[in-house]
């Protein structure tokens, strides 16, 4: 890798640092108390995750930094928070294989350590030390309990820094499948690994000790070695040399699609916000479908769609709410809520 494609090679001065990240030179003296970032929880698959979002000024420093790394062109493995790259292309990798290793990473983000964030702005992008001690606190957060920090979820900066500050791990991994004659592909902490011939326990247990090597836990009931015949990887459906959209994928659909018909006869019992959200589900999840199966025919949910947001006059975002929602049908919303 190239380390030098980015402006923050060999940086060492932090007035042309502020300059780099459109900031007050001021502001750098002590990064982590002038931006705290905002903490929530939010419950994902029935687990609650700490989720952190950031305060406009602090947010477009994050997204500055991210546009100046992902100037360094990172190896062709890598799916998770890659330009152009998504987990479709990931599972797409491995279609034609036979044989597949999965591994999957406990508590990724939490279990980052910022000594591997910091290694990577001193060592691999060779800057002076207290610049990368200013960098590596704009883009961590402390941890829950005990010393010291982490890569944050809900950072635009964490996707692209776990694959940086861990790049090594990933390289160690990659180099083993290369030898073996393995595909390798990486999603965050999803580890792909396929062969049209079989993949011994030993190459399982020799790759988990790497993973273990910096500091991660291997999921053990999500990493398993298996003959692909209908396999999920990174949320798609892998079946002899096809990529399929996952049955819950169209179950959420199917059900947004029938709480649309619900609102349309009972329209008095919900808010102009339950329209917004219905609406922008299902729509999301017809363009997820659509990604990983182009020619599925969902028109009779395409249709059900546009014929609700023209009927209700039903906007994208709640911003717009004042300045929609103007039709006769319209009125009726919401008037058993007040």
Not at 4 to 31: C, E, H, I, P, R
Not at 58 to 76: A, D, G, Q, S, T
Not at 213 to 234: D, Q
């Amino acid at each position: 890798m190239d380390y030098t494609q980015t402006k923050f090679y060999g940086l060492s001065n932090k007035k042309y640092l502020a300059k780099l990240l459109y900031m007050d030179k001021a502001k750098l003296k002590n990064v982590s108390k002038v931006y705290t970032p905002i903490k929530f929880e939010s419950e994902v698959n029935r687990k609650t995750r700490i989720l952190y979002d950031q305060h406009p000024e602090y947010k477009k420093i994050l997204k500055r930094i991210v546009n100046l790394l992902y100037k360094i062109e990172v190896p062709e493995y890598a799916f998770g928070g890659i330009k152009k790259r998504n987990y479709i292309d990931n599972a797409k990798v491995h279609k034609d294989n036979k044989f597949l290793l999965i591994l999957d990473i406990s508590n990724f983000f939490p279990s980052t350590s910022d000594s591997f964030v910091y290694n990577f702005f001193y060592h691999k992008l060779q800057m002076q030390p207290d610049i990368a001690k200013i960098l590596t606190n704009l883009v961590t957060v402390p941890l829950e309990k005990g010393e010291g920090r982490y890569l944050p979820q809900g950072f635009p900066t964490s996707p692209i820094m776990s694959l940086l500050a861990y790049i090594d791990m990933y390289e160690e991994i990659a180099e083993i499948a290369e030898k073996n004659n393995l595909k390798f592909s990486c999603y965050y902490d999803d580890f792909t690994l396929s062969s049209d011939k079989f993949i011994s326990k030993s190459l399982k247990r020799s790759i988990s000790r790497i993973i273990q090597k910096y500091g991660f836990k291997v999921h053990p009931k999500k990493s398993k070695l298996m003959i692909k015949r209908y396999t999920k990887v990174t949320g798609v459906i892998i079946e002899e040399g096809n990529i399929k959209a996952p049955k819950s994928l169209f179950k959420k659909l199917h059900e947004a699609f029938n709480k649309l018909k619900i609102m349309d006869k009972q329209n008095e019992s919900y808010l102009f916000e339950d329209y917004i959200n219905t609406c922008n589900k299902v729509q999301g999840l017809i363009a997820a479908i659509k990604s990983i199966e182009p020619n599925r025919n969902l028109k009779m949910y395409s249709n059900m769609l546009k014929y609700m947001r023209k009927k209700y006059d039903i906007p994208y975002s709640r911003i717009s709410i004042s300045s929609s929602f103007k039709t006769p049908e319209a009125k009726l919303i919401g008037i058993n809520k007040s």
